[in-house]
């Protein structure tokens, strides 16, 4: 029996017909699908298709606005004074915990608290997430600047009076960001019973955004937030090699580099890995950025420094992709590794990871949270509002301003308060 040609290519054009179709079917599925995005941004389309390992073609040179025009912004607050402030016989106590990220919150709350008591303000211990893990303000920070910043906003002393028990302190919570109508309800009545109170921050969300309306704290906050907390001597030193290290490894971009946060151990704890189904996104694995930047318009000679402390497998695409891709453990300073690296505890790490990422010429969040938003804080003060959020980009490059913090592009965030 002959074989009809006509009805064989008919066949094959029938198939194809049904194969294109069946692609179209499956993209029009995972472009549909919308994800959330970091707190104080805005929503994007996000494709829950996995994006990792996908091939991107490179610019022979970096097509991103690296430069960014905005001028350093100033301090719009005025230093108040004690004038019309009660003055008490008692002591606000506190420690610093978690990193820099929440400490600039802390010492925030800490200072207006104490000043609305009329109380005398304990300069802070720091303690880390383990038991016995705790220095002294001064390993980390310029406890002389931090008391000398604070004169005649509020009475400061190194030291509490040595009579003082800390074991039978009346501890007092504190939400972030505390107005004086919770101090007047919930804290000076304490205050006022026992004679010193032990604050203790704690966050009900991560809230970096304006507030509706002024407060006369305002100024107050302002200035702690943002005027009190330079670093040591010996760690700045360490966070200025990092950065010069960065920008001579930078020639072929003009000392320009990428900071991104990006932590394993958060990644897997936000459930960030594996997430495809989720439709939401509060961060993104470094095949993810690594595709993300590609896609931007990042050239292949970009130099990007990680927030993660010790290389892993999982981050091989991303140094595949960019390979100028480094960790604290290939620019930090040799005779500092001991010091920083092979301590007992992170803290060390964590300052140095929060001040680099401050000073970076581009910063991208890969994990949302406080560590973000104080961050793009710290960076508005100085005018380096380069910060984009990533998210899927369907195409192969998107403009740069469009994935600009709307922190930045809102101007939302309280730094804007603070700044002008």
């Known amino acids: 029996m002959g074989v009809d040609l006509r009805q064989v290519v008919a066949g094959i054009l029938t198939l ?3 194969v294109m179709l069946g692609n179209m079917i499956k993209r029009d599925h995972f472009d549909s699908a919308v ?3 970091f707190p104080g941004d805005r929503h994007v389309n996000l494709d829950n298709a996995k994006i990792a390992k996908q091939v991107v073609s490179f610019p022979e040179k970096s097509v991103v606005p690296w ?3 905005n001028q350093e912004l100033k301090a719009c607050w005025s230093k108040p004074g004690l004038d019309g402030v009660e003055q008490t016989n008692g002591f606000v106590i506190f420690s610093l915990t ?6 600039v919150s802390q010492i925030a709350d800490a200072v207006v608290v104490a000043r609305s008591l009329g109380a005398t303000l304990v300069v802070p211990d720091i303690r880390g997430n383990k038991p016995g893990d705790q220095r002294s303000f001064e390993e980390i920070y310029d406890v002389e600047k931090f008391v000398k910043s604070l004169e005649g906003v509020v009475r400061v002393t190194k030291n509490p009076p040595a009579k003082l028990s800390t074991r039978n302190l009346a501890v007092v919570k504190v939400p972030n960001r505390v107005t004086e109508d919770y101090i007047a309800e919930h804290i000076e009545p304490i205050y006022r019973n026992k004679g010193t109170i032990k604050l203790v921050t704690y966050f009900p969300s991560v809230n970096m955004k304006k507030a509706d309306k002024e407060s006369p704290s305002d100024s107050v906050a302002c200035l702690a937030m943002f005027g009190t907390l330079e670093l040591q001597p010996e760690i700045q030193e360490v966070v200025d090699s990092m950065v010069e290290r960065l920008r001579t490894l930078s020639r072929k971009s003009d000392g320009q580099f990428v900071a991104v946060d990006l932590r394993l151990e958060m990644l897997e704890h936000k459930g960030c890995l594996g997430d495809a189904d989720s439709g939401t996104k509060s961060c993104y694995s470094a ?4 595709t993300f930047l590609t896609k ?3 050239s292949k000679d970009t130099t990007i420094y ?3 402390s010790k290389w892993d497998s999982s981050l091989d695409y991303l140094k595949d992709v960019f390979p100028k891709t480094y960790i604290k453990d290939g620019i930090i300073p040799a005779d500092k590794k001991s010091k920083i690296l092979d301590s007992d505890t992170t803290e060390f790490e964590k300052v140095v990871d929060f001040y680099v990422c401050s000073q970076s010429d581009v910063f991208v969040p890969a994990i949302s949270g406080l560590f973000y938003s104080n961050v793009a804080g710290k960076r508005i003060a100085s005018g380096k509002t380069q910060i984009i959020v990533p998210a899927d980009i369907p195409k192969s490059s998107a403009s740069f301003g469009d994935f600009i913090t709307h922190y930045v ?5 309280l730094a804007y308060s603070c700044f002008c």
């Open 16 to 18: 194809t017909m049904f």
């Open 35 to 37: 994800g959330e995005t």
């Open 67 to 69: 430069k960014d025009n």
């Open 98 to 103: 978690n990193g820099p990220e929440y400490h």
């Open 287 to 290: 095949d993810e950025i690594g």
């Open 296 to 298: 931007l318009g990042f």
């Open 306 to 308: 990680l927030t993660e």
């Open 409 to 413: 592009t809102k101007k939302n965030h």
